[in-house]
């Protein structure tokens, strides 16, 4: 079954569709999401066997020249994070609260692999969508120990702390800010 997955982020859109276009032509893969972001940027999330994507995402690259921002592959993707992107956020036992922020949204999706194997967490949800200024956010839940550690691991994982806004652990959020997740 294929897991690999790719991650093309550009600063132009049109320069983005046509990456795109070159990586589907390049490899079997497949779309898991492809769109235009905050302040003009155009993401592609692609899936398929680890040398597709490889191929794949370099093909992107190259396409893309100059408005390149991130090409990421992940390997072998954790359980949950793709889920994480579209699926209903479960807001039940959330004992301790981690928060990653990252400048890009391919660093978020890299924070939330490197977190989902961690540590013993629950991904909430990884925002990679308008409105958020083309940065990434990733929200999960485990014991106060876990969800450090976790965020630890995936600040690690990003490796520039350049790329991230902020990386913060609640312990026993206020189930008033518990609902109002989104």
Known sequence: MPNAVGI???SSIAAGIQALDAMLKRAQV????ARMTCIGKYIAIITGEVA???????????????????????????????????????????KALGILETKT????????????????????????????GG????????????????LSVGVEKIGNKDKI????????????LIDSLK
């Open 8 to 10: 093309l982020e550009l």
């Open 30 to 33: 497949e779309v898991i999401d």
């Open 52 to 94: 597709a994507v490889k191929s794949a995402v370099e093909t992107g690259k190259a396409a893309g020249g100059v408005h390149v921002l991130e090409a990421d592959v992940i390997a072998s993707i954790a359980d949950g994070v793709l889920e994480s992107i579209h699926g209903i956020m479960d807001k039940s036992d959330i």
């Open 105 to 132: 949204l391919a660093m978020g999706f890299l924070g939330a692999d490197a977190i989902r194997k961690a540590a013993n967490v629950r991904l909430l949800k990884l925002h990679i969508s308008l409105g958020l």
């Open 135 to 150: 940065k990434a956010v990733v929200l999960f839940t485990g014991d106060i120990a876990s969800v450090e550690n976790a």
């Open 165 to 176: 806004k902020e990386a913060i652990a609640i312990p026993s959020p206020d189930q008033a």
